[in-house]
Each structure stands twice: as structure tokens, then as C-alpha cells.
């Protein structure tokens, strides 16, 4: 490429606040005061907080430079597969910070937060739209936790029926979170292989799907950015036999506003308000993880619930069969203010076009670095495409090794090693939100470093070069983890 994002410019060092304190100095000036001082514990004890006496100049200095170290979605191109970094508008950052929402308190009674419960119930109806299903709740927190919750909906189900069931399928090319969350429920995950086309055969579900399983767990589109063709015919097997079929709707990025769920076949489906409604990802959260379910699911949802009565919005737990509360109050409010944001400001129109363009980027992603990198499946993908290192292991080059690179360049790298299914994979996802020109330059960085493989692999194996930090010890951090906070 003829021109790197990446640089070496003014990227200072910066050391911790009590190195850069000095005793005396302070940040603002306190009015005089008309009662008597009196002083901290600590000044009579010598115990307590060790605050570092900072002026305001060191403050300010202190964050900005820490804040040159970062890299985020508003910095550049974020192609984490299945994680769906999309550029979040600032429009839903400013209705979630209105006084009148940020403000509120939760312990509020219902009648003084009209207008938060009609924005949660009207949410939950067009997440249910946009589904194809009945019903949803917003409690979840995430996306694990929605996945927990859809298993605990399950197992409500089969109890008020009477059936004692031990087991969920989980295929291979689901999230990573999925055997965790069966287990966390008491459930025991059957793995099922991916067939040769990256898909589940019918056959496979077929021959493990008896009266002693609950479900199944599937993400559809899967993990390798590939659409479940065969859910419809999955979904018949599974309830022939009495069990229930869970989606996965962490990729729902792919198919909004395209794929009816709840008429191909799902039974409950978590989505993440994080990933596809565009509201903030990564950095620790918070997220939100609603559960959309069909009818037969529904008395088993989480109370309180949301509902309407005489033109008033009031918290209900009047539901006998519910599985209970799964968290403190009503779930992370201030998330779902920025997905009803988006949703609003979008459309209907505009939402598939979002899954349109997610898709229309990612194939050609695809197509445009499948000579470069190998292609572990050749044929057309969703969201996501999922390449290897199978073409540089001669040059003694790994995925790690070009992801690593990639930080030179001026880019984030990509989910890497995962799915497990392909050996050294690296799993990208550009999303809808990135241009043309933004896509070129991540392809001609690629086919730059797959070059420099071939004749300078020692840049690749010192990278990267240019960033704050340079390559960390992993197997050291591994065996020796810091966990002193």
C-alpha cells in the first residue's frame, strides 16, 4: 500500500497520578468557608485514601494522554468478528443523556417514570417485530446473560410440564458462551460438528436428539458468518421430540429486518443491544441482552414486566409461572434508550439496510482477500468472513503474527483463532458502518503484510514496531497473571 495509517508520532509517556502529585497543589480554588475545618481521618490517623495533590494542568494532561493510547470505533475501523464494532451515533449518546432519563432514579414509582416505561414498553414491541416472535424482556444485562435467561425459559417450560430433560445441543459454530450457559443451568452440552459446507446437517441434530434433550442452542448466523440454511427442518426435528430451539442473536447485525425468527422455527433468541442496535460495545459495558420469545414461552419471562393498563405504564408481577428476577431493577435502562434511539432514527427501511450493507461489506472483504489469505469457506458469507494463516505457515508466519502487524499499519486487528473449527483462523467483520475507501485500506494492509511475510518475516515477528506497547509476553501473563488490579 502506499501510504500507512500507522504512525510514530507524539504518543507520550505518562506516569501514575501520585508520581505526578506534589504536595501543596490543587486543581481549583475552594469559596472561603464560614464554618470551622476540620481534617480528613487520614491527616489525623495516617490511614485512610492517599488522594495525590494535582493542579489542573496535570489532571487534564494526565487523561488526554491516556486517552492517545486508546483505540476505539471512533478512532477507525473495529472488525472484530462476531462482536459487530459498529460506529455508534452520537444522536443516541444525547437522548440518553437527556436530564429527564439520566436522572432518573429506579426506585421511582411508576407514575413519576411514564415516559422511561413507555420507551421500554414501546422497545420491547419492536424488538418483537423486528424478530418475528411474541414477546421480550429487557432484563438481561448481555449477552450471556440473555443466554442464561433463554435456558432458565426452557427449563420452566419442560418443568410445568413435567418432563425432566438433561441435556441441550450446542453445535460447534455457536458462541463460545453458549456450553457455559447451558452448564450454568444444569444442563449438560452435546456438541454437534459443522458439516463440510459450515452449516449444520439435519442428519447431525437428527441423531442426537432424543427424549432426554431440552433443546438446542444454535447461532444462526453462525460463528463462521454462515446463515443456518437448514433451521427450518432442525427446528422440526428438535420439536418433534418435545424440545424447545434457542437462537443465539448475537449476529442479528446480518439478518435485521430480513429473517423472521420466530417463523423459521425459534422457540427464544437473546439479541445484543450492543452489537446490533448500536449501542456502545466493549470496554466492560455495559450491555443489554433482551429476551424475545413465542407465545408458548411467554408466562415464564422475568418479573416485573412492563405493561399497560388504562392508558397508564405500570410494573407487573402478576405472572405465577415467571422464572423471577434476574437483576436489580429493570436492566441497563441508559442501553436501551440508545437502541430505541437508533431504532426510531432508523426505520424499518433503513434497518435492513443496515443488515444489507453488513453483509455487502463483508463479501467483499471476502472476495477481495481470498487470494491473499486462505479461505476456509469459499461461498458467499453473512456478516462475517473467516480467513486462516494455512498459506504463510511455510513462511513461518502465524495469524498472530499478522495481527499483530495490522497495529502497525494504523489498524485494530480482527477476532483471531476463533471459531475453533478453522485452525488459525482470523475472523473479520467490517460491519455496515465503514466505507468503501475505509475497506480498501484494510485489504491493501492485508496483501502489504502477507508480503512482507514472504520476503521480511522478521516485521511480523517483532510486531508491532510502532504502538505504545510492543508485543506482551502471553505465555508468561498466562502461567504469572497480574491480579493486583
Same mark, same amino acid.
Given at each position: 500500500?502506499?501510504?500507512? =495509517?500507522?504512525?510514530?508520532?507524539?504518543?507520550?509517556?505518562?506516569?501514575?497520578?501520585?508520581?505526578?502529585?506534589?504536595?501543596?497543589?490543587?486543581?481549583?480554588?475552594?469559596?472561603?468557608?464560614?464554618?470551622?475545618?476540620?481534617?480528613?481521618?487520614?491527616? +489525623?490517623?495516617?490511614?485512610?485514601?492517599?488522594?495525590?495533590?494535582?493542579?489542573?494542568?496535570?489532571?487534564? %494532561?494526565?487523561?488526554?494522554?491516556?486517552?492517545?493510547?486508546?483505540?476505539?470505533?471512533?478512532?477507525?475501523?473495529?472488525?472484530?468478528?462476531?462482536?459487530?464494532?459498529?460506529?455508534?451515533?452520537?444522536?443516541?449518546?444525547?437522548?440518553?443523556?437527556?436530564?429527564?432519563?439520566?436522572?432518573?432514579?429506579?426506585?421511582?414509582?411508576?407514575?413519576?417514570?411514564?415516559?422511561?416505561?413507555?420507551?421500554?414498553?414501546? =422497545?420491547?414491541?419492536?424488538?418483537?417485530? $423486528?424478530?418475528?416472535?411474541?414477546?421480550?424482556?429487557?432484563?438481561?444485562?448481555?449477552?450471556?446473560?440473555?443466554?442464561?435467561?433463554?435456558?432458565?425459559? *426452557?427449563?420452566?417450560?419442560?418443568?410445568?410440564?413435567?418432563?425432566?430433560?438433561?441435556? $441441550?445441543?450446542?453445535?460447534?459454530? #455457536?458462541?463460545?458462551?453458549?456450553?457455559?450457559?447451558?452448564?450454568?443451568?444444569?444442563?449438560?452440552?452435546?456438541?454437534?460438528?459443522?458439516?463440510?459446507?459450515?452449516?449444520?446437517?439435519?442428519?447431525? $441434530?437428527?441423531?442426537?436428539?432424543?427424549?432426554?434433550?431440552?433443546?438446542?442452542?444454535?447461532?444462526?448466523?453462525?460463528?463462521?458468518?454462515?446463515?443456518?440454511?437448514? *433451521?427450518?427442518?432442525?427446528?422440526?426435528?428438535?420439536?418433534?421430540k418435545g424440545g424447545m430451539v434457542y437462537c443465539d442473536g448475537a449476529n442479528m447485525n446480518a439478518v435485521m429486518g430480513v429473517v423472521k425468527m420466530g417463523t423459521i422455527g425459534v422457540d427464544v433468541m437473546h439479541l445484543n443491544l450492543h452489537k446490533t442496535f448500536s449501542t456502545p460495545h466493549g470496554g466492560g459495558g455495559p450491555g443489554s441482552g433482551p429476551v424475545c420469545v413465542k407465545k408458548h414461552l411467554e408466562p415464564f419471562l422475568p418479573v416485573p414486566r412492563v405493561v399497560e393498563e388504562n392508558?397508564?405504564?405500570?410494573?407487573?408481577?402478576?405472572?405465577?409461572?415467571?422464572?423471577?428476577? =434476574?437483576?436489580?431493577?429493570?436492566?441497563?435502562?441508559?442501553?436501551?434508550?440508545?437502541?430505541?434511539?437508533? $431504532?426510531?432514527?432508523?426505520?424499518?427501511?433503513? =434497518?435492513?439496510? #443496515?443488515?444489507?450493507? /453488513?453483509?455487502?461489506?463483508?463479501?467483499?472483504?471476502?472476495?477481495?482477500?481470498?487470494?491473499?489469505?486462505?479461505?476456509?469457506?469459499? @461461498?458467499?458469507?453473512?456478516?462475517?468472513?473467516?480467513?486462516?494463516?494455512?498459506?504463510?505457515?511455510?513462511?513461518?508466519?502465524?495469524?498472530?503474527?499478522?495481527?499483530?502487524?495490522?497495529?502497525?499499519?494504523?489498524?485494530? !486487528?480482527?477476532?483471531?483463532?476463533?471459531?475453533?473449527?478453522?485452525?488459525?483462523?482470523?475472523?473479520?467483520? !467490517?460491519?455496515?458502518?465503514?466505507?468503501?475507501?475505509?475497506?480498501?485500506?484494510?485489504?491493501?494492509?492485508?496483501?502489504? *503484510?502477507?508480503?512482507? /511475510? %514472504?520476503?521480511?518475516?522478521?516485521?511480523?515477528?517483532?510486531?508491532?514496531?510502532?504502538?505504545?506497547?510492543?508485543?506482551?509476553?502471553?505465555? +508468561?501473563?498466562? @502461567?504469572?497473571?497480574?491480579?493486583?488490579?
Amino acid at each position: 500500500m502506499t501510504e500507512s =495509517l500507522g504512525t510514530t508520532g507524539l504518543i507520550l509517556n505518562e506516569p501514575l497520578l501520585w508520581e505526578k502529585g506534589k504536595k501543596g497543589r490543587s486543581g481549583f480554588s475552594l469559596p472561603r468557608c464560614d464554618v470551622e475545618s476540620f481534617p480528613l481521618a487520614q491527616e +489525623l490517623t495516617g490511614e485512610g485514601p492517599d488522594f495525590p495533590d494535582l493542579s489542573e494542568v496535570d489532571v487534564v %494532561r494526565h487523561y488526554t494522554r491516556l486517552s492517545q493510547w486508546n483505540f476505539g470505533v471512533d478512532t477507525g475501523m473495529y472488525p472484530l468478528g462476531s462482536c459487530t464494532m459498529k460506529y455508534n451515533p452520537k444522536t443516541n449518546e444525547k437522548q440518553a443523556g437527556l436530564p429527564g432519563l439520566a436522572g432518573a432514579h429506579p426506585l421511582l414509582p411508576a407514575g413519576l417514570s411514564q415516559g422511561i416505561l413507555r420507551m421500554m414498553f414501546e =422497545l420491547e414491541l419492536y424488538l418483537t417485530e $423486528i424478530t418475528g416472535m411474541d414477546a421480550t424482556t429487557l432484563q438481561p444485562a448481555a449477552g450471556a446473560h440473555g443466554e442464561l435467561a433463554g435456558m432458565l425459559l *426452557i427449563h420452566g417450560f419442560h418443568k410445568r410440564n413435567g418432563m425432566q430433560r438433561s441435556k $441441550i445441543i450446542v453445535p460447534d459454530t #455457536a458462541h463460545g458462551t453458549n456450553p457455559a450457559s447451558v452448564a450454568l443451568c444444569g444442563y449438560r452440552p452435546i456438541p454437534v460438528e459443522s458439516n463440510e459446507q459450515g452449516i449444520l446437517s439435519v442428519e447431525a $441434530i437428527h441423531d442426537v436428539m432424543d427424549n432426554d434433550t431440552a433443546g438446542i442452542m444454535i447461532t444462526n448466523p453462525n460463528t463462521l458468518g454462515l446463515f443456518e440454511e437448514n *433451521i427450518q427442518k432442525i427446528a422440526e426435528v428438535v420439536h418433534n421430540k418435545g424440545g424447545m430451539v434457542y437462537c443465539d442473536g448475537a449476529n442479528m447485525n446480518a439478518v435485521m429486518g430480513v429473517v423472521k425468527m420466530g417463523t423459521i422455527g425459534v422457540d427464544v433468541m437473546h439479541l445484543n443491544l450492543h452489537k446490533t442496535f448500536s449501542t456502545p460495545h466493549g470496554g466492560g459495558g455495559p450491555g443489554s441482552g433482551p429476551v424475545c420469545v413465542k407465545k408458548h414461552l411467554e408466562p415464564f419471562l422475568p418479573v416485573p414486566r412492563v405493561v399497560e393498563e388504562n392508558g397508564k405504564y405500570v410494573l407487573s408481577e402478576d405472572y405465577p409461572e415467571s422464572i423471577g428476577k =434476574l437483576q436489580a431493577f429493570q436492566g441497563n435502562v441508559g442501553v436501551m434508550i440508545k437502541a430505541y434511539s437508533y $431504532i426510531r432514527s432508523m426505520g424499518p427501511e433503513n =434497518l435492513k439496510k #443496515a443488515s444489507q450493507l /453488513a453483509v455487502l461489506n463483508a463479501n467483499y472483504m471476502k472476495e477481495k482477500l481470498k487470494g491473499t489469505l486462505h479461505l476456509a469457506y469459499d @461461498r458467499p458469507c453473512m456478516h462475517e468472513c473467516v480467513f486462516s494463516d494455512k498459506h504463510q505457515i511455510d513462511d513461518h508466519i502465524t495469524t498472530l503474527d499478522m495481527a499483530k502487524r495490522l497495529m502497525d499499519y494504523g489498524f485494530h !486487528p480482527p477476532t483471531v483463532y476463533f471459531p475453533l473449527v478453522v485452525d488459525g483462523a482470523i475472523m473479520v467483520e !467490517p460491519t455496515e458502518t465503514e466505507s468503501k475507501e475505509d475497506l480498501d485500506q484494510y485489504i491493501e494492509a492485508f496483501k502489504a *503484510i502477507v508480503n512482507e /511475510a %514472504r520476503d521480511d518475516p522478521d516485521l511480523l515477528h517483532g510486531a508491532p514496531k510502532k504502538c505504545k506497547v510492543k508485543r506482551l509476553d502471553e505465555t +508468561l501473563a498466562a @502461567r504469572k497473571p497480574c491480579l493486583a488490579g
